[in-house]
């Protein structure tokens, strides 16, 4: 049996009286692209910084490639880039000086810290600004250089902590690309996001949280299927539809002043729903992530 | 300690020094004033080089501690000497003492304002390399910048005064033993203090603010020479090296077993 990139065993992270995560317990796979979904505050952070080795575990077991997180710091640090929530790179320094003092930590030599620093800034697409000052870099680019640099040491595991928020569609559509190249190659990818959308499509699995806790763990469609079946129809929360479905024997969920019915058949449902209850607006979709975490949690993801 | 990430960690502070335009011309300016500006006012100013025997007030009972080769010149050139070698020598320490203000104080609390404390807290660099790597930014310019103002110094007290004094005769054996001795030494002690404040305050301005206290132990230097104290004492100013030496020691040690990542992270 091959060793996991991570293995987490009842982790906890306390703060005081706060638990921020709470006997926490996932294994994520070499290879593997593994999401962290949940709304401000669930632990995802505190778990990444943990796994990141920047923030020690206060109980429960955390090893990354066989090591344990608490131990042996500097050597995961060796195998790993973290890009976190904010763009911490040195306002001072130029696109290509950024790449190059960070490479120093990871004891390359200078020539080995050019060459990948060229060749980073060259895959995210930043070469027209290589002597720029990050001062003047838009916010995507911003974003890119971040993620360029957390790989400056051609880690083994990189973590990415909502790496695409408050960036504008075509930025993100950008940094997804390249994430998913690093995938292609054969990286473990460890991310948070609140782009439920982007995480469905980009891990091969994850897990939600909430209150330090872990409420679902598996691959997104399972997930998604398991939890909510195929498609929620969306319908007004009107007394009289809602005595209708009671009556038509019809489950349904209250959410603000909206109605939802899960089914893994929508058709003869809608059709039912039509000649039965007559209500003023109806429409379908597919469940989503999002439908889960409304049902574990009691709101959304952004809330 | 893998002295390599320490570099690696000090290179990067000192390339941001150098990208600092605002500090380098602070420390420039006040390092001409000192080091270029005062000696020369003083050097230019009318002193009566006469024969000796006029009424030299407070300072008669001072010129008497100066070494018997200058007890021979005239009052005005003992003045000079009084004044450029004992008297202000110890304001270029003010410039190292400066230099590693600025940079200590900047070290980890700087970082934290300008968010980027957290990248570096990711890289296999250990707790004591961070902060042993903090102190080397600090302590390398603020050394430097000692010995670059003493010789500067020198070179403009013997360029003011030597057709008075009679020749070159600066430095003297007190002012090269501060130089070489308590410059350093006072240099470490702005780091260490300032770097050491850096990670327990939370803004740069506050540990700009406690780090000037620092300058008090300049102020201290000066009434010493003042009083007659430290003139033309060697072995009290090889003491008072080797106590702020003791004292740098104490503080880096005490930086070093009191920084916790943990604790910045937990307040980034």
Redesign the interface.
């Given at each position: 049996m091959t060793q996991p990139a991570i293995l987490a065993e009842g982790l906890e992270k306390r703060f005081g009286a706060l638990v921020a995560v709470d006997r926490c317990s996932f294994v994520v796979n070499e290879g593997e692209v593994f999401g962290f979904l949940g709304p401000n505050g669930a632990g995802k952070t505190s778990t990444m910084r943990m796994i990141a080795c920047v923030s020690p575990k206060t109980g429960g077991r955390l090893e990354v490639f066989g090591l344990d997180v608490n131990e042996r710091p500097r050597e995961i640090k060796a195998m790993i880039g973290v890009v976190s929530q904010e763009n911490n790179l040195d306002p001072d320094l130029s696109v290509y000086d950024n790449l190059v003092v960070f490479a120093r930590f990871f004891e390359l030599d200078r020539a080995e810290a050019a060459r990948r620093a060229d060749e980073l800034i060259e895959f995210f697409g930043l070469g027209e600004k290589r002597d720029t000052v990050i001062e003047v870099l838009s916010g995507g680019m911003k974003r890119r250089l971040t993620i360029a640099r957390a790989l400056i040491n051609r880690p083994r595991l990189v973590i990415l902590d909502e790496p695409t928020t408050g960036l504008d569609p075509q930025a993100r559509a950008l940094i997804w690309e390249r994430l998913r190249t690093l995938r292609d190659r054969g990286s473990t990818i460890l991310l948070s996001t609140h782009y439920l959308e982007e995480a469905e499509r980009f891990c091969d699995r994850l897990v939600i949280m909430d209150n330090g806790k872990i409420l679902i763990e598996g691959r997104p469609d399972e997930i998604v299927s398991s939890r909510m079946g195929r498609a929620v129809i969306e319908t007004v929360d009107d007394p009289a539809v809602l005595a209708c479905l009671a009556r038509e024997g019809i489950a349904y969920e209250r959410f603000g002043d909206l109605v939802h019915i899960t089914t893994n058949s929508p058709e003869p449902l809608i059709q039912r729903l039509v000649s039965s209850c007559n209500p003023s607006r109806l429409s379908v979709r597919n469940a989503t992530l999002e439908d889960v975490f409304l049902r574990l949690t009691g709101r959304g993801l952004k809330d | 300690m893998?002295w390599?990430?320490v570099r690696?960690?000090a290179?990067?502070d000192l390339?941001?020094v150098r990208?600092?335009r605002l500090a380098i011309w602070s420390i420039l300016g006040l390092s001409f004033i000192l080091s270029v500006g005062m000696p020369l006012l003083i050097g230019l100013l009318p002193f009566d080089v006469g024969p000796s025997g006029g009424d030299l007030g407070p300072f008669e009972a001072l010129m008497t501690l100066l070494p018997p080769a200058l007890q021979g010149l005239p009052d005005g050139a003992r003045m000079v000497v009084l004044m450029l070698g004992y008297f202000l020598a110890p304001l270029f320490l003010i410039i190292p003492l400066m230099v590693a203000a600025i940079i200590g104080a900047e070290s980890f609390v700087g970082e934290k304002e300008?968010?980027?404390?957290?990248?570096?807290?990711?890289?296999?660099?250990?707790d004591l390399e961070l902060y042993a790597g903090k102190v080397l930014a600090g302590a390398v310019p603020s050394v430097l910048a000692a010995y670059l103002n003493f010789t500067a110094y020198a070179i403009v007290v013997n360029l003011v005064s030597a057709h008075i004094v009679g020749g070159i005769w600066f430095p003297t054996v007190t002012a090269l033993a501060l130089a070489v001795w308590v410059g350093p030494a006072v240099a470490l002690l702005g780091v260490s203090a300032s770097v050491l404040v850096s990670t327990r305050v939370e803004t740069f301005l506050e540990a700009n603010q406690l780090t000037g206290l620092l300058s008090l132990v300049i102020v201290g230097l000066m009434v010493g020479q003042g009083s007659g104290l430290l003139l033309l004492s060697l072995p009290v100013l090889l003491l008072v090296g080797l106590v702020i030496y003791a004292v740098d020691l104490v503080l880096i040690r005490l930086g070093a077993a009191v920084f916790s990542?943990?604790r910045l992270?937990?307040r980034a």
């Open positions: - | 893998n390599r990430t690696a960690i290179g990067k390339l941001e990208k600092n300008r968010h980027t404390l957290e990248g570096l807290l990711y890289t296999p660099a250990t990542r943990d992270m937990a």
